[in-house]
């Protein structure tokens, strides 16, 4: 195994090669059909647009999802190249491509090309393109957050200079670590609280291995300044139209939520945090890690020096076919479980390393994106995985696991007299029909969307009415907006479908664009309610969305959800549309048309 060395232009134009190729044809597989025509990511496109056109973030439009960088960011895409959705994927594609070019130096220089490589790799298959379920929100292209991929991108810079200052020493670096992390802090506050400890342990490791209390206290307060500069820019341009209150409340709006309301009661939430059978994460979890841990066990005393070389790759052929095999039939799908304890055991070698050996820029890296990696498991608590909210938190423990089995595990077999190169090629043999696996599912809910909904850049491929009615009826409710509301005519979309506002370019003049329970507990039901009766809009589309999830039926049944809202709808509106069915009465998804009442 090489160790040690630097970048070269060779192994680069290789990597480039290898992971742009696998990039370039997942775009291309996936090409414009991303995106969930109904949950979240409407809002992605609603939001920027309002902002472009002079709209005030948490005043004019209100937002629970993060903070204000990645919105101004988008409205500000928006004012330079058009207003459209291939604006965004054009400037998400660029993201992950950083992502990726960040990722592959980082983890070439802490181990080598064959880990960098399938690092990166792993990141596109498992994660940027993933399409496991029929709700396209969980992918880097159209996330329903952009602010969770903005952050994840900005923590790994974080990361990197935290590595890279206790290296050099360099207290400037701190202050650029510090920046970064200031920028996260305005886009999700999950993502900065796992970069507070990530910091405290590279502090800690600083003054455990160097002892220079001094520079150790300017690197913190550099740190510390560069991470408020964001917030005080956004508070001064906050501050132009708004007080000093309301400009507070508005740099912090994504924290608010986080401090003033209890998510942990939500069945939604629990089911997240695992906290609805514990129990059986925890024995899934363990369960899995024990037999990663026996395969890993198996391949090292396969490996063992004293086996002689001609016995080893003789019995290296079942063993290769029946990982083959295992893995293939393997549900990679729940691969997730094992994360957390896969971490902890890099981790825990990472540290006797470095107590043993000292901590080498390679060790000290390595340590702080375990650390970071386990902090951002722990939004998971015990419900570990790839999909769903895993699609981000997971996403760095996992490639902590590829970093384990194909470099910190074979050099630590390799000085205790194993070869590692056969190790890595069976680990290898295990990971890759995973992935071929993972990105064969994707792929297949990817192949039937091919309905074309929204015209010119703003085109999107939804499911075929086949595979997924609703999408052809949301279809068929932007055709009928497109052909019968005026230009200038108000809409609101209950209780979401912002994706209907954009498309159509009819603005909802209540500035609440979500009606989701998350949003009620956050905002004030009482407080949303007034603001629709205050600008009641023109027209409402209503639609079904089943919130059993969040212990809640269907909007606007209950007074906890929506009902006073739906009574005044019900007196000052009169249906002109039903597209599908009437939910109320059947359970199917439906869309309703309403118009308002002339006075």
């Known amino acids: 195994m090489n160790h040690g060395k630097t970048s070269s232009r060779h192994d680069a134009l290789f990597a480039g090669a290898v992971i742009g190729a696998v990039f370039a044809m997942l775009a291309f597989k996936t090409w414009r059909r991303w995106p ?19 709209a005030m973030l948490y005043r004019d439009v209100h937002y629970l999802a993060g903070g204000p960088l990645s919105q101004y960011y988008h409205a500000l895409l928006f004012k330079i190249f058009g207003v459209s959705f291939l604006t965004l994927v054009v400037s998400n594609l660029v993201v992950l491509a950083l992502l990726l070019a960040a990722i592959y130096l980082f983890f070439y220089r802490c181990s080598d090309q064959l ?72 886009t999700k506050p999950d993502l900065l609280l796992a970069l507070m400890l990530t910091v405290v342990c590279a502090a800690a490791l600083f003054w455990q291995a160097k002892r220079k209390g001094k520079r150790l206290g300017r690197s913190l307060a550099l740190m510390a300044g560069g ?35 209890s998510a942990a009661r939500s069945p939604f939430y629990r089911w997240c945090l695992g906290l609805d059978q514990p129990w059986v994460h925890l024995q899934q979890a363990f369960s899995q890690f024990l037999r990663l841990a026996g395969i890993a066990a198996v391949c090292a005393v ?56 000292g901590w080498a820029p390679p060790v000290v890296f390595a ?57 890595r090629g069976l680990i290898l043999l295990m990971l890759l029909p995973g992935l071929t696996r993972l990105t064969q599912s994707s792929l297949k809910l990817y192949s039937d969307r091919t309905m074309p909904i929204g015209s010119g850049a703003d085109t999107i491929l939804a499911f075929n009415p086949h595979f997924r009615p609703v999408d052809a009826d949301v279809a068929a409710a932007l055709q009928w907006v497109e052909t019968n509301l005026p230009p200038r005519a108000t809409l609101a979309v209950l ?68 009902l006073e809202v739906q009574q005044w709808i019900d007196t000052h509106y009169q249906l002109v549309q039903l597209i599908g069915h009437d939910w109320l009465k059947d359970g199917q998804f439906g869309i309703k048309i309403l118009k308002k009442n002339r006075s």
């Open 227 to 261: 991470g408020l500069i964001p917030a005080a820019v956004f508070f001064l341009w906050f501050f132009r139209v708004e007080d000093f209150q309301q400009s507070v409340r508005s740099v912090f709006a994504a924290w608010i939520p986080l401090l003033t309301t």
């Open 495 to 562: 209780p979401q479908g912002a994706m209907l506002n954009y498309l159509s370019r009819h603005t909802n003049p209540c500035g609440y664009p979500a009606w989701n329970p998350p949003e009620l507990a956050a905002f004030g039901q009482e407080k949303m309610t007034g603001a629709f009766i205050a600008h009641s809009p023109d027209y409402v589309i209503e639609l079904f969305v089943n919130y059993g999830e969040y212990g809640e039926t269907f909007f606007g049944q209950d007074k906890r959800f929506g």
């Open 115 to 186: 880990t960098a490589i399938n690092a990166c790799v792993a990141v596109l298959v498992v994660f940027a393109f993933a399409h496991y379920t029929t709700v396209g929100i969980f992918n880097y292209i159209t996330p329903y957050s952009a602010e969770v991929v903005h952050g994840l991108v900005l923590s790994v810079l974080t990361v990197a200079l935290l590595a890279r200052w206790f290296e050099t020493e360099n207290e400037w670096l701190a202050g650029a670590a510090g920046l970064c992390g200031g920028l996260t802090l305005m």
């Open 367 to 423: 340590t702080l994106w375990a650390v970071w990696s386990l902090a951002l498991l722990a939004k998971l608590g015990f419900f570990c995985r790839i999909w769903h909210y895993g699609f981000a938190l997971a996403m760095p423990a996992f490639v902590s696991g590829i970093y384990l089995l194909l470099w910190a595990l074979p050099l630590q077999l390799e000085r205790s007299g194993a070869r590692s190169g056969l190790f």
């Open 36 to 54: 969930d025509l109904v949950i979240d990511f409407g809002a992605q496109l609603y939001m920027p647009w309002q902002i472009s056109t002079g």
């Open 302 to 357: 396969l490996c063992w020096r004293k086996i002689p070389a001609w016995l080893a790759c003789v019995l290296a052929v079942p063993v290769a076919v029946g990982l083959i095999k295992v893995s293939w039939e393997f549900n990679w799908f729940n691969c997730g479980h094992c994360l957390p304890l896969v971490c902890l055991t890099l981790l825990a070698l990472l540290v006797w390393r470095g107590a043993k050996g």
